[in-house]
């Protein structure tokens, strides 16, 4: 009898276990096959992979001004020209700009609350005047929605170690919030093309600020709630200028930004915020062409 009722004992102990060689996957979870991720950096295969379903707006500059999913021109233009890009062609900007007076549907308030912005750039110091890479304008007014600042100003011409990153974007309480790259920077210059990226979390309030893959930005916790960035209506878009440097338009008397010199390419544009890993893979698959 004592065997018996050890024997019986034992059974739910048998059965658990043998429970729980048969259900190794409980949550019944697709299988993965590791040769899908062969050749791969970070998942993805390419860099278009990225994100491809929250690209809204891109630039290719390949011996066209209009951007590609609206096919939307710019509005006026100068010193504008093409040259051989990182990726085919690019805008090159001799003192110039482009001017889209558009209100692009993916810029609205509602639809564009966390963003990714990336760009490859070629740019210089000039020691005098500040660049306006890339402007989310807002009609009538000074500063944008969103201002890409480069502070070009800061150093001469013959400095290609150092560029200082300024972004600044409009909040929701009316005021502004800003990143600055304080100790890291690329190497500039001719010849040297830039991978920039600047990201924003929409819940969070992380704006980072990001070259050729790393993480440059001091100051990318920008906070919630008032401060957080709004995309004020209406609004329009400007490559290497801002409104005071447009025939026109000039809203103030500010005179501490100059016309662009230097090329853009690859212009992307996302409504959604990208982790730095990410960033990175994207970066590390543009440079080997993937």
Known sequence: MY???????LVPVFALFSACEKDGNPNNL????????????????????????????????DDTYNEKL??????????DSFVDGFKGKALNLNA????????????????????????????????????MLTQFARPG??????????NTNSYPASNIDVLKVGPRFSTVGGGSQDNLN???????????????VLSYNGL??????????ENIGSYSDRGTGNNLFKSN????????????LIPGKSVSTNTEYGLMTGKIDEVKIYNAFMPDAVVKAMYDLTIAGK
């Not at 639809?111 to 990336?118: C, L, N, Q, V």
């Not at 209506?233 to 005071?244: C, V, W």
């Open 96 to 131: 110039g700009y482009l001017y889209y007076a558009t209100q692009f549907a993916a810029f609205k308030q509602e639809a564009f609350k966390s963003f990714t912005i990336s760009q490859w750039i070629q740019i210089s110091n000039n020691g005098s005047k500040r660049t």
């Open 70 to 79: 609206t096919n939307t021109a710019p509005t006026s233009k100068t010193g």
């Open 233 to 244: 209506e209406p609004n329009e878009l400007i490559f290497g200028a801002n409104y005071n």
């Open 141 to 150: 007014m000074f500063d944008g929605n969103l201002d890409i600042r480069l």
């Open 3 to 9: 065997k018996l009722r050890y024997l019986l004992a």
């Open 182 to 196: 304080a100790t890291k920077t690329p190497k500039i210059g001719p010849g040297n093309w830039v991978h920039l």
């Open 30 to 61: 697709p299988e993965l096959d590791p040769n899908d991720y062969v050749g791969t950096v970070g998942g993805f295969k390419t860099s278009d992979e990225i994100l491809k379903d929250n690209l809204v707006a891109y630039f290719s500059f």
């Open 204 to 213: 969070t309030g992380r704006f980072n600020v990001l070259t050729n893959g």
